[in-house]
């Protein structure tokens, strides 16, 4: 279909595309990368550990090679010999494993990441589809890995005949020397010769390690109708929306009711509503309402209220109108400058008295109009 050919495909993937190939195992990786770190941790390897291997290599075929006339007789000394010589090869070889071990393990993993599934290993009948495998065979993805053996054969080629020619000498020197310097000699033509090899394969992935970021990311790209349909399929669940709702509502809530401690008053119902205002001369025109609700949110908010010690003034008419109509962080309406300004009054005169002491202030009698208490669905029946 022609939105889903590679042109059509202009957007960059989405998060959730990216998460899905990764779950797939669809990951970038570069295993000329792997090769050269492999290669090139064998050669520091031996560089820094290659005489002690030597010496225990050594040793190891000097036993093997010794054997006493009486063990000729034992029949079980050939396998025992056979044994002591794998286990102790293998112990001067551990610390050479175990560097490879880790080199191929941390080369795999440097682009892409470390992931585990079994999705790779399932049976897919797609790839017995001889059309699909001769498009494989002819896509931009093989010319690359066919430009890439070439790449490599011709490296390796060029760094064959020069070391050749390089150490020729050497090479046909060693059958004359004495056998501790001709395994130094030949361990030192070893070293070189996986420096150039790993040397020429770290100069293929350094090209082919951002061309695997660079194709994989291609290979993922969509189209815009993919992204939109991905936007419906995700948003479109009520169940995700429902949670994406629920999650909004306890993070407004919980930020809300943090507020409280920071409010002048808390002008109550008593019981069904609770409202805090906070009013700053130097910054706000009117109060503002930093945190409301109603029913098990308002009681919420007195004991906030009450635990900072901010003022609760019940005033049922007073809670409503401002519950009905102002949102959080707004100022309230001009009809309750008048009412708020005698609560803000009283609180701040009881502020004075229990900080210095003196008579205690009268109650104001606040007067609300009853139509802004009435809620917004009685307003409009009226």
Known sequence: MAD??????????????????RRKGDIPRSRELSMAAVLMTGALVLYAN??????????????????????????????????????????????????????AFLGTIAIGGWIFTPAPLAFKFERLDPVAGIGRMFSLNSLVEVLKALAKAGFIVLATV???????????????????????????????????????????????????????????KMTRKEIEDELKESEGRPEVRSRVRQLQQEVARRRMLESVPQADVVITNPTHFAV?????????????????????????????????????????????????????????????????????TYVYRLKVVREHGGAWPERPSVDVDEKLASGPQRRRRR
Not at 61 to 82: C, G, Q, S, V
Not at 172 to 184: C, H, I, K, T, W
């Open 4 to 21: 889903t050919r590679q042109e059509d495909r202009t957007e960059q993937a989405t998060p959730k595309r990216l998460d899905d190939a």
């Open 50 to 103: 290659g005489a002690q291997l030597a010496t225990s290599m050594r040793g190891m075929m000097t036993r093997a090679l010794t054997i006493d006339r009486a063990a000729l007789d034992d029949p079980a000394f050939m396998t025992r010999a056979l044994g002591q010589s794998l286990m102790a090869a293998l112990d001067a070889c551990t610390p050479l494993l175990m560097a490879l071990v880790a080199a």
């Open 162 to 220: 020069a070391l050749l020619m390089g150490t020729m000498d050497q090479l046909l020197s060693l059958s004359d020397q004495p056998l501790v310097q001709a395994m130094g000699n030949s361990l030192s033509l070893t070293l070189l010769a996986l420096a150039i090899a790993s040397g020429a394969l770290l100069l293929i992935a350094a090209v082919d390690a951002p061309y695997q970021q660079w194709a994989h990311a291609r290979k993922l």
């Open 276 to 344: 805090a205002l906070r009013y700053d001369d130097s910054r706000m025109r009117a109060p503002v309402v930093l945190a409301k609700g109603a029913d098990e949110t308002a009681a919420r908010i007195r004991e906030i209220a009450a635990e900072n010690k901010v003022t609760l003034f019940e005033s049922p008419l007073l809670a409503r109108a401002i519950y009905w109509t102002t949102d959080l962080g707004q100022e309230i309406p001009s009809q309750l400058y008048l009412a708020v300004a005698q609560v803000l």
